[in-house]
């Protein structure tokens, strides 16, 4: 049991390394998209790195779900992450300091945004996104 609890603490911080570098690369001007396959990708701490991050860096995330607040809400407590919805994109996120263009932001599940959202991100920011294929 201690095994699994400490291979997951180890994968998590490959991934949150993973993230930062991405990062690192977005803030000059690459976006990067990271992408994971549907069976090996569940459940290695995507999101949790990414809200993670998120509260680190003061860099919002982009949840394709609404009600993702709700689902988040312990992680959000104990990283003070910033998080946007995919439907306030296109209209409160603009006017917030975070919505400037060309600003870097963090994509949860990027697959999962509506065609028109996707389309925004791409042209307007930089970002990192996270995206899992079937």
């Known amino acids: 049991m201690k095994f699994k609890k400490y291979l997951f603490l ?4 490959c991934l949150q390394f993973k993230f930062e570098r991405a990062i690192k690369k977005a ?3 690459n976006p990067q998209m990271i992408h994971f396959d549907m069976v090996t990708g569940r459940c290695v701490g995507k999101t ?3 809200l993670k991050l998120s509260g680190k860096y003061d860099i919002p995330v982009i949840e394709p779900l609404s009600g993702s607040d709700i689902y988040y809400k312990k992680d959000a407590e104990k990283f003070n992450p910033i998080i946007f919805s995919k439907n306030e994109v296109l209209s ?4 917030s300091k975070y919505g400037r263009p ?7 599940e990027f697959q999962m945004l509506d065609d028109r959202v996707r389309k925004f991100i ?3 920011y ?9």
């Open 10 to 13: 180890f994968r998590s911080k």
């Open 27 to 29: 803030q000059k001007g």
């Open 48 to 50: 949790y790195n990414l």
């Open 92 to 95: 409160p996120f603009r006017g």
């Open 102 to 108: 060309g600003s870097l932001v963090l994509v949860d």
């Open 122 to 124: 791409v042209d307007n």
């Open 126 to 134: 930089n970002y990192v996104a996270v995206e899992t294929s079937r």
